[in-house]
């Protein structure tokens, strides 16, 4: 008993430093490339820079420069609207998912690859497809309106269409992603239930809002905020559709546009304002962890755990 | 144990007696006049990379030692990437530079002054001048340009409208840009671009007596209403219908348009003949013509010129370079196969290359050709210019608000300068 004792106390201490061991590469890497640029980009924010480097300290003027700047509010409020009108795309995906989740469907493999083929697309080439499809003179959406008698608009250069017809591809190319994880969420809720509730007389309809929408709830948790944080992160699907520099900003929609990190992206890399840019990002990730936090609080509400 | 390694070590080198441990040095001095050095070269232009290594090859036949790497990074890409390698230390040692960033990359000492006396009286003395900041010349030009009008024969033939006669006036431009609009067709005269200052707007004010930016580079010109008659020039086209609207010309650039036959005019520069000569559309249907004058005939000339990064390891041999670059030899070289060489005399090569089109043109226009106009930061404004322009493109300001607006703008940024 003693011996076995003497050992126990001794094992865990072995086992830590050997776990410790194991993930100290990731760890290191961790710091190296995610810590020390965070704490470098927060020291920035509080800096001017000279157009080839060096910078001073000029403390809060960033961040002052920041609240009055019009650019900064309206790349927010576009970055929100997109973030809250793409979270539509949890609804479609779950809609999606019930309609594939029938034990006796057929091509289920067939629809699968041909909702998950937009994700494992790369942005860019989803984002030129699409510039094409939303062409106001020679577009596929306004050859199809052009047959029905519609004048179809510049979708993406139109300031009152833009930001849907961004939106539209944004949702388009996350439902797959969505969807599949949903699915698997699905196949997961125990088959017992369903039974026991046709016995009891519960339809196909009662069955989805009792039983299949709470026990996924906390899957669409988990998906709502990813898709936040990735909404609040939009770029390369904007930056290709948008083009860069002078042709984004000679775009009359490029205003209803522009989100945060394209703001930053500018501000960084083509006009050399690194310091100002440091605190735009600072700001989004200030955003970010508001509306995470938000969303932890809310989940009480309306998430169910088994 | 760190320090008996250490003595271990010396002891070592004592054993040894200077045999190898001073042996090694000395070979190293020896080798130094022979030093083989690898300059590099950036530059931006896919079409002339094959023109630029072969330059690099000539050098190296003179100049043995030295070998040169020339590094591509596309136009989109090349500013960005530039003020990053200038930060980081790791510029290259030779590359392009244009008038717009010039005076940014000398003012803050990142690129050097030429010290040795050059004869410039051998390049146009617009590009000399754009080249020089503070009495000092830092770069050497290689290539020139300047701006005309290229226009589809075939669509002028269909509209039985004559073509552009040398000396035609802005008056004559407008009854043509009148005849050639054909909405059925969805043909427009031309593309009011925005977004291409030198080719469009530039011209056109300059061409109504008006100004960019002062003299001394601390004024905006934007106030003046000659200035604002050179924009009204393009956005009375818009509103006329004889060119695109804004939202038609972002999704699918003037340059396309004019590639489709959907356009009868395109204001384009001596750098299009590599496009228009490849593309099948255009090959055999356009020929150029001068910019139609206004109160006076101007047009803008700019041009590229290579400079030596200041952090240069060899700053001897990547002077050689540049000179060898600005040589009648190199223009000679350039103007078979690339862009108009910036070398006088050497440019009727460049003509001969295309005899299908009145190329001299091009040349002619030297004669009446204004500098691009620039300041110490160009790029600044030259955002505030879309910002506010954008507006009195689509018609939402009118085009006297929006110059006033980019007036002031401008003027708080060039004071910050």
């Known amino acids: 008993m003693t011996g076995r004792k003497h050992a126990a106390s001794r094992r865990p201490w072995t086992e830590a430093l050997w776990g410790y061991a194991f993930i100290a590469p990731t760890g290191l890497g961790l710091a190296i490339?995610?810590?020390?640029?965070?704490?470098?980009?927060?020291?920035?924010?509080?800096?001017?820079?000279?157009?080839?480097?060096?910078?001073?300290?000029?403390?809060?003027?960033?961040?002052?420069?920041?609240?009055?700047?019009?650019?900064?509010?309206?790349?927010?409020?576009?970055?929100?609207?997109?973030?809250?009108?793409?979270?539509?795309?949890?609804?479609?995906?779950?809609?999606?998912?019930?309609?594939?989740?029938?034990?006796?469907?057929g091509g289920v493999t067939l629809y699968?690859?041909?909702?998950?083929?937009?994700?494992?697309?790369?942005?860019?080439?989803?984002?030129?497809?699409?510039?094409?499809?939303?062409?106001?003179?020679?577009?596929?959406?306004?050859?199809?309106?052009?047959?029905?008698?519609?004048?179809?608009?510049?979708?993406?250069?139109?300031?009152?269409?833009?930001?849907?017809?961004?939106?539209?591809?944004?949702?388009?190319?996350?439902?797959?992603?969505?969807?599949?994880?949903?699915?698997?969420?699905?196949?997961a809720i125990p088959k017992e239930l369903y039974e026991a509730a046709s016995m009891d007389g519960a339809g196909r309809v009662r069955q989805f809002f009792r039983i299949t929408l709470p026990m996924l709830s906390p899957t669409a948790f988990f998906i709502s905020i990813v898709?936040?944080?990735?909404?609040?992160?939009?770029?390369?699907?904007?930056?290709?559709?948008?083009?860069?520099?002078?042709?984004?900003?000679?775009?009359?929609?490029?205003?209803?546009?522009?989100?945060?990190?394209?703001?930053?992206?500018?501000?960084?890399?083509?006009?050399?304002?690194?310091?100002?840019?440091?605190?735009?990002v600072m700001a989004l990730l200030v955003l970010i962890a508001v509306l995470t936090v938000l969303q932890f609080r809310l989940q009480r509400r309306w998430v169910h755990y088994v | 144990m760190w320090k008996s390694a250490r003595s271990g070590a010396a002891l070592l080198c004592v054993a040894l007696l200077a045999s190898a441990c001073g042996g090694g040095e000395q070979a190293g001095t020896d080798t130094q006049p022979e030093e083989r050095v690898k300059l590099s070269y950036g530059v931006w232009?896919?079409?002339?990379?094959?023109?630029?290594?072969?330059?690099?090859?000539?050098?190296?036949?003179?100049?043995?030692?030295?070998?040169?790497?020339?590094?591509?990074?596309?136009?989109?890409?090349?500013?960005?990437?530039?003020?990053?390698?200038?930060?980081?230390?790791?510029?290259?040692?030779?590359?392009?530079?244009?008038?717009?960033?010039?005076?940014?990359?000398?003012?803050?000492?990142?690129?050097?002054?030429?010290?040795?006396?050059?004869?410039?009286?051998?390049?146009?003395?617009?590009?000399?001048?754009?080249?020089?900041?503070?009495?000092?010349?830092?770069?050497?030009?290689?290539?020139?340009?300047t701006v005309g009008v290229w226009y589809n024969k075939t669509l002028f033939d269909q509209a039985k409208v004559k073509y552009p006669a040398d000396d035609w006036t802005w008056a004559d431009f407008k009854e043509t840009a009148a005849k050639l609009t054909d909405a059925k067709k969805g043909v427009y005269a031309v593309g009011a671009q925005l977004t291409s200052f030198q080719e469009y707007q530039y011209n056109t004010i300059y061409q109504a007596g008006g100004h960019v930016i002062s003299p001394d580079g601390k004024q905006s010109g934007y106030a003046d209403p000659k200035t604002i008659a050179g924009l009204k020039f393009w956005t009375d086209l818009i509103a006329a219908k004889q060119s695109p609207d804004l939202k038609t010309m972002t999704d699918t650039t003037p340059l396309q348009l004019f590639e489709a036959g959907k356009l009868a005019m395109y204001w384009g520069g001596s750098w299009n003949v590599a496009e228009f000569g490849?593309?099948?559309?255009?090959?055999?249907?356009?020929?150029?013509?001068?910019?139609?004058?206004?109160?006076?005939?101007?047009?803008?000339?700019?041009?590229?010129?290579?400079?030596?990064?200041?952090?240069?390891?060899?700053?001897?041999?990547?002077?050689?370079?540049?000179?060898?670059?600005?040589?009648?030899?190199?223009?000679?070289?350039?103007?078979?196969?690339?862009?108009?060489?910036?070398?006088?005399?050497?440019?009727?090569?460049?003509?001969?290359?295309?005899?299908?089109?009145?190329?001299?043109?091009?040349?002619?226009?030297?004669?009446?050709?204004?500098?691009?106009?620039?300041?110490?930061?160009t790029a600044a404004w030259q955002e505030a210019e879309l910002t506010h322009l954008t507006k009195a493109w689509t018609g939402e300001v009118p085009v006297e608000k929006a110059a006033a607006d980019l007036a002031a703008a401008m003027n708080d940024l060039l004071a910050k300068e």
């Open chain 1, 112 to 187: 699968r690859t041909a909702f998950f083929l937009p994700v494992v697309t790369m942005p860019v080439a989803v984002a030129m497809l699409w510039r094409w499809l939303y062409n106001g003179d020679y577009g596929l959406i306004n050859q199809v309106l052009a047959l029905a008698g519609i004048d179809g608009p510049n979708w993406i250069a139109d300031p009152a269409t833009a930001l849907y017809a961004l939106i539209v591809v944004g949702v388009w190319s996350s439902v797959g992603y969505n969807l599949i994880i949903f699915l698997a969420g699905m196949q």
């Open chain 1, 227 to 280: 898709s936040v944080i990735g909404s609040l992160q939009l770029f390369d699907l904007v930056f290709v559709m948008t083009g860069s520099g002078q042709a984004a900003r000679a775009n009359p929609a490029y205003s209803r546009l522009q989100t945060v990190v394209q703001l930053f992206y500018e501000r960084a890399f083509v006009t050399n304002d690194r310091g100002y840019a440091a605190a735009i």
């Open chain 1, 33 to 105: 490339f995610y810590l020390w640029p965070v704490l470098q980009t927060a020291y920035f924010s509080f800096t001017e820079w000279g157009a080839f480097g060096g910078h001073t300290w000029t403390g809060l003027e960033n961040y002052t420069r920041l609240i009055a700047d019009p650019e900064v509010g309206r790349a927010v409020l576009n970055t929100l609207t997109y973030t809250v009108l793409g979270l539509l795309g949890i609804p479609l995906a779950i809609v999606f998912a019930a309609l594939l989740n029938r034990p006796k469907l």
């Open chain 2, 278 to 377: 490849k593309n099948d559309y255009t090959k055999d249907k356009v020929d150029v013509a001068p910019l139609p004058r206004g109160e006076q005939q101007a047009t803008i000339i700019h041009g590229v010129a290579n400079v030596v990064s200041a952090k240069t390891k060899h700053p001897a041999q990547a002077s050689a370079f540049v000179k060898f670059l600005g040589s009648k030899q190199a223009a000679d070289l350039l103007g078979k196969k690339g862009p108009i060489p910036a070398y006088n005399g050497t440019q009727q090569d460049w003509v001969k290359a295309h005899p299908e089109w009145k190329l001299q043109t091009f040349l002619d226009a030297v004669a009446y050709a204004v500098p691009y106009p620039v300041s110490k930061n």
């Open chain 2, 45 to 145: 232009d896919a079409t002339q990379q094959a023109v630029m290594q072969e330059l690099a090859e000539e050098f190296t036949k003179t100049y043995p030692s030295i070998t040169v790497d020339v590094q591509l990074t596309p136009w989109v890409d090349y500013w960005t990437k530039m003020k990053a390698a200038v930060s980081g230390g790791a510029a290259p040692d030779v590359f392009w530079m244009n008038g717009p960033n010039f005076q940014l990359y000398a003012s803050n000492g990142v690129i050097k002054p030429i010290e040795e006396q050059v004869d410039t009286s051998v390049y146009p003395k617009a590009l000399v001048d754009l080249y020089t900041y503070e009495g000092k010349l830092y770069g050497l030009p290689k290539d020139m340009d």
